[in-house]
């Protein structure tokens, strides 16, 4: 009786009869690629190796009710040896899903699932297709941001993401083809219901021809576990949030599993996370191990085991991990008409299998590592649009598109957006310069994580050159985009720092200001400059100081003013000039000079004319001077508090480089200086307005007051100030004059025209002397003289009641 064949192997396209088993051993677990390697005699010895290598093929467990078919793809084929016209082979078979491990890609994945960039993965490699895997899932996933595939296999990728949210996987065999099965769930493993429970029956001498499919062997083995799980993660977008979650494992346990930086983004993502890691972990706890014959056990398929002399372990299984075993050799060469030895002659197939109860969830270990980055990688800053400026969203991200991104996505899509770390920050302040699109920045990793990007600092490159380089190599400087600028110059002796901005060409400049050194300071704008104090202004120069103004110039003061001037000030006013004055205006000083073309001065009711003084009042204007100069000190004072500071600040910083010890001298000096300054300015500015007073007052006596007002011109000259005062009045040139004189002592009072023609003189005498060609006297009486000659009429008494009148006939008349 011809012996039946139990294991057959099909390459896809070639004759069914190609190939014999000889045997075979395989592996296969949940979440693992399974791999049989399979021995193979074939009396062709011309096979196309390479054909055969990457094709697929089918290895057949046959059973008496149902074959059992693994399919799957050829990894590996070996040409072995020949003996007796048969060639034997290896071969190595795996399923399709196995072909990602060949694979290593770079990649990101924007706002997807994880279900949805695995699903992608499997696609996109053009191994599997969706009739080729399906996902049972029982719960949601959430929308990540950005996910990146960083120098690693399809398949690396997949497993590790898998491992993080829980998911597995498992093979199921068609007809035709294996298929992928990706779940989270318990459930996903049911009982084959027309498959009969596996009997446990003790020992291994049994005739497995009569009882092929038996479970020999069953060890119970249980495990030490931590007593529970915590979870932690920080989410940058609410900083203030405690992500921690944690989970029980083992009432019995000892210790914490503590897990941190698992990008989680909020609390049910953290009550995820440990409630998995917490499963992963009590899926340990319990395991089975044993050894079966039978060739229907699946990872993936559930169980139930019947006949176990512990009646607890008669339960349903899920075999975690089977490593086959299959021989036909008594098959092969019963062929070839050759006698075997007992042992040489059994056809038989075995199994050792670990499983853990149903009803316990499973939960694969993270075994794949997480790929960390703990360097910098360049990138180009991303944005729609044909603009130069970057989009920003209201955190102040970017988008950057990773220079290994091999997709098509449009401007703006390429990434989700990313922080840029700053030297500087915090709640409404920080340092920030906007990035352009097209700059190239240095990513780094929080962590080392490749899926936490934060851009690390722009760098320069052909493109986009650095600001600083050969040329200008001693500059430090800060450039924006717009030209603004602020530049520090460290050549020595010519060092300077600048600031500068574009619009209207404006500046300042601190430093060496001009070409070879020299200078200090430079402000410019080619349009306006405005400054606002709301406070103490100090301002001192020790040296010239030049001010043009092109233009109008108005000055407001709403306080005390004080200025100061130590030598020759020199005003010049090309145009016109109005002076105005609420309050009333003071003015000291030893000698004024004012030279006009032309000069009106115009007081409304009076104007006053006031010289020469008595002791008294030189002793009031000595001591308004004292006052005057004790408010400018005080102003001055003020100034030299400022530089005391800065002279204090500078010494402490240079000398031990500590900036609290410069501070408190800053305050203290320019503080003191300041209320001095201002308390003795204004009691300086109270005693001279007392003082100016009493020099307006009536106890105030001077040699000559004129007053020109509404009633006319009055000139008062008093001689009981200066005894040797008198009063003249003279317009004088080569040769004729005019003269209004008043001797002192009284002696003579003449009044003479210009041409000397006519004249009168009041003489000690009692004379009066009057050269006129008509001339005529009114007072209260009038004194009328005619006549064409010089007449002179001396009076010993004259009685100003009376009036006297000299007639054309020369004779006098008293009335």
Not at 5 to 31: A, H, I, K, M, N
Request: hydrophobic residues 35%; charged residues 25%.
């Amino acid at each position: 009786m011809a012996r039946k064949e139990l294991f057959s192997f099909v390459f896809r396209g070639c004759p069914e009869d190609t190939f014999s088993v000889v045997g075979f051993t395989g592996t296969e677990g949940l979440s693992q690629l399974y791999e049989f390697q399979i021995e193979l005699v074939s009396k062709r010895d011309d096979l196309d190796l390479d054909q055969a290598h990457g094709g697929l093929a089918v290895l057949t467990l046959r059973r008496e009710d149902k074959d059992l078919p693994i399919h799957g793809a050829v990894s590996r084929f070996e040409q072995l040896r020949s003996v007796d016209g048969y060639v034997f082979y290896r071969a190595v078979l795996v399923p399709r899903l196995w072909r990602l491990t060949l694979t290593s890609h770079n990649q990101v994945f924007l706002d997807k699932s994880a279900p949805d960039f695995l699903a992608e993965i499997l696609k996109g490699s053009n191994i599997l297709f969706a009739n080729d895997f399906e996902f049972r899932l029982t719960r949601g996933y959430a929308q990540r941001e950005y996910v990146c595939q960083f120098n690693e296999s399809h398949y690396q990728f997949f497993t590790r993401w898998l491992e993080r949210e829980g998911m597995y996987y498992f093979f199921e065999q068609g007809d035709q083809s294996d298929k992928l099965i990706i779940t989270d769930t318990s459930v996903a493993h049911s009982l084959d219901p027309d498959q009969p429970p596996l009997e446990y029956v003790r020992g291994r001498g049994l005739d497995t021809k009569s009882r092929n499919e038996l479970c020999t062997a069953l060890v119970s083995e249980q495990n030490a576990l931590p007593g529970k799980v915590k979870v932690k993660d920080y989410n940058y977008r609410k900083p203030s949030l405690d992500l921690r979650a944690e989970a029980d494992i083992d009432a019995a346990g000892i210790g914490d599993f503590y897990v941190y930086g698992d990008n989680f983004k909020t609390m049910d993502e953290a009550r995820q996370q440990s409630a998995i890691r917490a499963e992963e972990a009590k899926c340990r706890k319990t395991r089975y191990k044993g050894r079966s014959t039978a060739a229907f056990l699946r990872t993936g398929s559930a169980f139930r085991l019947n006949g176990h002399f512990r009646e607890s372990a008669n339960a349903e299984y899920l075999p975690v991990y089977i490593k086959h075993e299959g021989t036909q050799t008594g098959y092969l060469m019963s062929g070839l008409g050759r006698c075997l030895s007992d042992r040489e002659a059994k056809d038989a197939y075995s199994n050792t299998f670990s499983a853990i109860p149903k009803s316990v969830q499973y939960r694969h270990p993270r075994k794949t590592p997480w790929p960390r980055f703990y360097g910098v990688i360049n990138a180009v800053i991303d944005a729609e649009g044909g603009g130069q400026y970057a989009e920003l969203d209201e955190q102040g991200r970017y988008k950057v598109r990773l220079p290994f991104d091999l997709s098509s996505r449009p401007g703006g899509k390429a990434s989700s957006w990313i922080r840029m770390a700053q030297p500087y920050g915090g709640d409404g302040f920080g340092m920030h310069f906007p990035l352009h699109k097209g700059a190239e920045v240095l990513l780094t990793f929080i962590d080392g994580d490749v899926d936490r990007p934060v851009i690390a600092s722009a760098v320069p490159n052909f493109a986009n050159q650095s600001i600083v380089r050969d040329t200008n190599a001693p500059a430090s400087a800060i450039r924006s985009a717009g030209g603004n600028q602020l530049v520090f110059g460290d050549k020595q002796g010519q060092e300077f720092i600048g600031l500068y901005s574009p619009f209207h060409e404006s500046g300042i400049a601190v430093g060496s200001t001009e070409p070879g050194g020299g200078g200090s300071i430079i402000e410019y704008t080619n349009g306006k400059m405005e400054r606002l104090v709301v406070g103490d202004f100090c301002s001192a120069t020790v040296g010239g100081s030049n001010s043009i103004t092109v233009g109008e110039s108005v000055n407001i003061n709403g306080g005390l003013k004080s200025n100061i001037l130590a030598g020759l000030g020199v005003n010049c006013n090309l145009g016109n000039r109005v002076t105005y004055n609420k309050g009333s205006q003071i003015r000291f000083g030893d000698t004024e000079l004012s030279i006009k073309n032309e000069s009106t001065q115009i007081g409304l009711d009076n104007l006053v004319f006031k010289g020469g003084t008595t002791e008294v009042t030189a002793e009031l204007v000595k001591k308004a001077n004292k006052a005057l100069w004790q408010g400018l000190g005080a102003s001055l004072a003020a100034g030299a508090g400022v530089v005391l500071a800065a002279n204090s600040f500078q010494t402490a910083f240079l000398n031990e480089a500590k900036m609290e010890q410069a501070t408190p001298w800053m305050a203290v000096g320019g503080g003191l200086a300041g209320i001095c300054g201002i308390g003795l300015a204004i009691s300086a500015y109270r005693n001279i307005s007392e003082i100016a007073e009493q020099l307006r007052g009536k106890m105030a006596r001077h040699t000559t007051v004129m007053k020109l007002g509404k009633v006319g011109l009055t000139v008062n000259v008093d001689a009981s100030v200066n005894a040797g005062a008198e009063f003249s009045a003279t317009v004088v040139n080569d040769t004729n004059r005019s003269i209004i004189q008043i001797y002192n002592k009284g002696e003579i009072i003449s009044l003479i025209n210009k041409d000397q023609n006519c004249s009168i003189s009041l003489n000690k005498g009692n004379s009066i002397d009057v050269v006129s060609k008509e001339t005529t006297i009114e007072g209260k009486n009038t004194l009328t003289l005619k006549a064409k000659d010089n007449i002179k009429i001396v009076f010993k008494t004259l009685n100003a009641e009376n009036a006297i009148k000299i007639t054309r006939n020369r004779t006098i008349e008293l009335a």
